[in-house]
């Protein structure tokens, strides 16, 4: 009996260990699919800025000698493309250093988080005077949670600078700062483009864009929502989009602010 209970335990731990490695190996061809997806979707984005420039050299090289219209416009239409390529490999490289980020949740300091906001608003509003940046900092000055500032930072530009993008006539943008005894929530509200509901599940994914030609307009490569919703992850983060076609668009992030959870590692 003793016998038969060994080997059944034995069965046992080599059918777990089968279903491990299987689930290992569907993930290891999961993550390979996903970079390779990534590479393809990266190489296409760079491809078009690329075309662009090679189409106004060759302008360039048949007309432009002789016509100095041709050479100003193209070199003009191409200095923009340059712009967009260097936009683009940095907001690759930020996604890239973001996705290797691990933190270890005990080794960060705690940050002050009014102190910080109210800067953010500030340098903010003095970059962008034509708009009204209203905020509500509900938070008391001695409030501290425990993140990398540029971390924070990086993600508060990402969503300013998309509710600035989008922007219509309407150049009011409100930010809401508010916690609870678990979560701090920081919104962002303008009175932009908006989005299409079907659209909303769909604009943090990497490249994703709703309306190409205006994002093209805006210098929006698609990875800003990305990028934010990583270094998110990297806090236990979460973040939402709402939004009215044509009226509105509220993005809301959240921070829990004890983590008595272990550390994020590398992929959420
Ligand atoms: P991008 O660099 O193109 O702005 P994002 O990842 O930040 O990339 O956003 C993805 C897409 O979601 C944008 O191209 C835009 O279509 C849409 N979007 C994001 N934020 C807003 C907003 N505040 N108002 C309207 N549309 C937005």
């Given at each position: 009996?003793?016998?038969?209970?060994?080997?059944?335990?034995?069965?046992?731990?080599?059918?777990e260990?089968?279903?491990?490695?299987?689930?290992?190996m569907?993930n290891?061809?999961?993550?390979?699919?996903?970079?390779?997806?990534f590479?393809?979707?990266?190489?296409?984005?760079?491809?078009?800025?690329?075309?662009?420039?090679?189409?106004?050299?060759?302008l360039?090289?048949?007309?432009?000698?002789?016509?100095?219209?041709?050479?100003?416009?193209?070199i003009?239409?191409?200095?923009n493309?340059?712009?967009r390529?260097?936009?683009?490999?940095?907001e690759?490289?930020?996604?890239?250093?973001?996705?290797?980020?691990?933190?270890?949740?005990n080794?960060?300091?705690?940050?002050?988080?009014?102190?910080?906001?109210?800067?953010?608003?500030?340098?903010?509003?003095?970059?962008?005077?034509?708009?009204k940046?209203?905020?509500?900092?509900?938070?008391?000055?001695d409030?501290?949670i425990?993140?990398?500032k540029?971390?924070l930072?990086q993600?508060?530009?990402?969503?300013?600078?998309?509710?600035?993008?989008?922007?219509t006539?309407d150049?009011v943008?409100?930010i809401?700062?508010?916690?609870?005894d678990r979560?701090?929530?920081?919104?962002?509200?303008?009175?932009?483009?908006?989005i299409?509901?079907?659209e909303?599940?769909?604009?943090?994914?990497?490249?994703?864009r709703?309306?190409k030609?205006?994002?093209?307009?805006h210098?929006?490569?698609?990875?800003?929502?990305s990028?934010?919703?990583r270094?998110?992850?990297?806090?236990?983060?979460?973040?939402?989009?709402?939004?009215v076609?044509?009226?509105w668009?509220?993005?809301?992030?959240?921070?829990?602010?004890?983590?008595?959870?272990?550390?994020?590692?590398k992929?959420?």
């Amino acid at each position: 009996l003793k016998e038969r209970v060994q080997i059944n335990k034995q069965r046992d731990e080599m059918t777990e260990l089968g279903v491990m490695f299987n689930e290992l190996m569907d993930n290891l061809e999961k993550s390979f699919h996903q970079q390779q997806q990534f590479v393809e979707d990266a190489s296409h984005e760079l491809k078009t800025p690329l075309s662009i420039i090679h189409g106004h050299l060759s302008l360039i090289n048949r007309w432009g000698k002789d016509n100095p219209k041709v050479l100003e416009r193209s070199i003009d239409l191409s200095l923009n493309e340059t712009n967009r390529l260097i936009q683009l490999v940095s907001e690759l490289l930020t996604l890239s250093r973001a996705e290797e980020s691990t933190t270890n949740m005990n080794s960060l300091e705690e940050v002050k988080m009014r102190e910080i906001m109210e800067d953010i608003v500030e340098n903010f509003q003095t970059i962008n005077n034509d708009f009204k940046i209203s905020s509500t900092i509900d938070i008391d000055t001695d409030f501290t949670i425990k993140i990398l500032k540029s971390h924070l930072e990086q993600i508060m530009i990402i969503l300013l600078d998309n509710a600035t993008k989008y922007s219509t006539d309407d150049k009011v943008i409100q930010i809401n700062v508010r916690h609870t005894d678990r979560r701090l929530t920081i919104e962002v509200k303008d009175y932009g483009a908006g989005i299409p509901k079907e659209e909303l599940p769909f604009v943090h994914n990497r490249f994703y864009r709703v309306d190409k030609a205006r994002s093209r307009k805006h210098g929006g490569n698609g990875l800003g929502l990305s990028i934010a919703k990583r270094l998110l992850d990297i806090y236990q983060g979460t973040l939402d989009i709402d939004s009215v076609y044509g009226k509105w668009t509220k993005v809301q992030i959240t921070f829990p602010i004890n983590f008595d959870e272990a550390p994020t590692t590398k992929g959420g």
